[in-house]
């Protein structure tokens, strides 16, 4: 690069001798001053240099700087930049500091690994023996779900943290060759998703008097199901067989929720009933509301509950069998037909149009969020985002601190009875059949089209959509129609089908 310098240059010409300004082109490769005296000089002044101390040195050098114009400054700067850069990674392992350099490349994201790789001999080295890659693999398992559901699914967790009794460790180059198989992974499970790919497989539940599963709630292992039929059925999640029926209720079971211990399910009975999750056996039976209940949460615990009777119950639960009654909750001016809560707020939805904010640990109303033309029949809650579904056909997204509402979508053309979300997207089922995929980010952005927030429409049940659940790789819906349908988006093959999903690979009937 060729700079411009200013010079104040003596014009001889000028019989006055004034100085004037003048612009000078600056080629920075300048030839040295090859001259004897310049030379001796020199060198003489190197002798005396290499007899001061260093602070004189320094001072000598500071003094000396001060008497230089600016591009000569500039040529210092350019011939010091290079001598003022270390390797840093190169020059720790040489004072046997291996790990410390290790531990700063651990640091560095995906890309940035690549480029480091590419530096030198001696940074591959560091990046392949500290195991690098394999690093980066665990982060993204221990932090994100996505990949540490991956991890599970396609079995490449027994090759992360420590090796187990009698295994023997992956080399590094496993590892390297792994990371953007999962990158493969996770862009087809994403582009799955949004054009709707899927495996699906259906489980018939053939009830025996009345038809249609109300409610559902899934993990690796198993289903469980609510019906119309009074029964509470659990199915096995490798073959889809029935593995298990409780019987108790004497309505149909319109909620449930489980943990590790037990499930807790609400029927038309007016009853709550609680089982042991692992024997079946009913342990406890709740007497409160006085009609049908249509919904309860429970966790920490703590339960809550919600009726046709308008009423909301707050239990506290010590164990199973020692459940009782700590508030009820009334305000609503219709059946509530919907609960979700945290350690912060309960919040519940009606038919009477409204979601009603209340604090948890006070029971205290708070505030009311209006908006649903119609009677609301489903939400969720988490953190500040409350989503809710409603017999006007609308979702809302609503920020339950400030009661404003942040979005309405529009698609469905019935009522919207069950909402779910998570950090990515909202997943709908309503009464005309259909499950919508939405946009949750791009939602949340006011500068989003409308038109473009709805991902995909999956269109399998032949009923209305009761309830649904879903995660990274799959939804799990139920129906009207008697099935459950699980929409499987990890495990997508093409094939000949040009209608963008595969027939039902596993068509279980029981």
Not at 335 to 353: H, P
Request: aromatic fraction near 8%; charged fraction near 25%; glycine fraction near 6%.
């Amino acid at each position: 690069m060729i700079k411009m310098e200013t010079d104040k240059i003596m014009d001889e010409t000028n019989s006055n001798a004034q100085a004037f300004t003048t612009t000078m082109l600056y080629d920075p490769v300048r030839k040295k001053d090859s001259s004897p005296t310049y030379q001796t000089e020199r060198d003489v002044c190197f002798q005396y240099f290499t007899q001061w101390s260093e602070a004189g040195q320094v001072d000598f050098v500071e003094q000396l700087l001060s008497r230089m114009c600016h591009y000569q400054h500039g040529q210092i700067n350019a011939y010091l930049k290079p001598m003022l850069q270390r390797d840093f990674i190169t020059l720790l392992p040489k004072k046997g500091l291996d790990h410390i350099a290790e531990n700063i490349l651990s640091y560095l994201d995906a890309e940035s690994l690549k480029s480091a790789e590419l530096v030198c001999k001696e940074w591959l080295r560091v990046i392949s023996e500290g195991m690098l890659w394999k690093k980066l693999i665990e982060r993204k398992v221990r932090t994100d779900s996505l990949w540490r559901g991956l991890a599970e699914r396609r079995n490449w967790m027994q090759h992360l943290f420590k090796p187990r009794p009698g295994q023997t460790q992956r080399p590094h180059s496993f590892h390297r060759e792994l990371f953007p198989k999962i990158m493969n992974d996770i862009d087809s499970i994403e582009n799955n998703w949004r054009t709707g790919r899927h495996m699906l497989r259906r489980i018939n539940c053939r009830s025996e008097n009345s038809k249609g599963v109300y409610c559902l709630q899934y993990d690796d292992g198993k289903i469980v199901s609510g019906l119309r039929d009074n029964t509470i059925k659990i199915w096995d999640r490798t073959d889809l067989q029935c593995v298990k029926t409780l019987m108790g209720h004497t309505g149909s079971v319109l909620c449930l929720q489980y943990d590790d211990k037990v499930i807790i399910s609400g029927s038309s009975d007016s009853t709550v009933r609680v089982w042991d999750v692992n024997s079946g056996d009913m342990v406890n039976t709740l007497i409160h509301h006085c009609e049908a209940v249509l919904h309860l949460r429970f966790n920490n615990g703590m339960m809550v509950t919600c009726s046709k009777d308008r009423s909301i119950a707050v239990w506290d639960m010590t164990s199973p069998s020692e459940i009782t009654l700590r508030r009820v909750l009334v305000g609503h001016r219709a059946a509530v037909n919907v609960v979700d809560f945290d350690e912060k707020y309960i919040v519940s939805a009606s038919g009477d149009r409204t979601i009603k904010v209340w604090s948890t640990s006070s029971c205290e109303f708070v505030r009311t969020l209006n908006g649903h033309k119609r009677g609301i029949a489903c939400l969720q809650y988490r953190d500040r985002l409350v989503v809710s579904g409603s017999s006007d056909n609308s979702i809302r997204l609503w920020d339950i601190e400030c009661g404003a509402c942040l979005r309405v979508l529009e698609g469905h053309e019935e009522l919207v009875r069950c909402i779910r979300f998570d950090t990515k997207r909202i997943v709908s089922g309503a009464y005309d059949g259909k499950i919508k995929v939405w946009d949750l980010v791009a939602a949340l952005d006011p500068r989003a089209a409308s038109n473009t927030l709805c991902l995909n429409t999956l269109v399998e049940h032949t009923g209305r959509v009761f309830r649904l659940q879903f995660d990274e790789f799959q939804i799990v819906s139920s129906s009207h129609d008697d099935t459950i349908l699980i929409w499987d988006f990890l495990n997508f093959t093409p094939n000949e089908n040009k209608t963008g999903r595969t027939p039902s690979p596993a068509l279980m009937e029981h």
